[in-house]
Nanobody
């Protein structure tokens, strides 16, 4: 049974940091590219960061310098370190697993709220 379970979301003040985790099971994690998306109310889901099976990373322009994606294949986990958070970062954050450019699995999402 494939599972992607996100954790680490919550309420944080502007300028604060959070680290999201996504624990994977039921598939060969190391063979998949992993991605973080987010969706704010009324908005489409947007890709914010990706890491290939080899560890290469890519970010949406608005995230560069603030967010860092990483993976630990021994723990079957992908992380998203988020710094300098802004109210505009408030959204549900999702992780996904992809092969051949196609998303195969999604997590259930974790809420991040940036507010004073």
């Amino acid at each position: 049974q494939v599972q992607l379970v996100e954790s680490g979301g919550g309420l944080v003040q502007p300028g604060g940091s959070l680290r999201l985790s996504c624990a994977a099971s039921g598939f060969t994690f190391s063979m998949y590219a992993m991605r973080w998306y987010r969706q704010a109310p009324g908005n489409e889901r947007e890709l914010i960061a990706a890491i290939s099976s080899a560890g290469s990373t890519n970010y949406a322009d608005s995230m560069k310098g603030r967010f860092t994606i990483s993976r630990d294949n021994a723990k079957n986990t992908v992380y998203l370190q988020m710094n300098s958070l802004e109210p505009e970062d408030t959204a549900v954050y999702y992780c996904s697993a992809a092969r051949g450019g196609r998303t195969e699995y999604w997590g259930q999402g974790t809420q991040v709220t940036v507010s004073s």
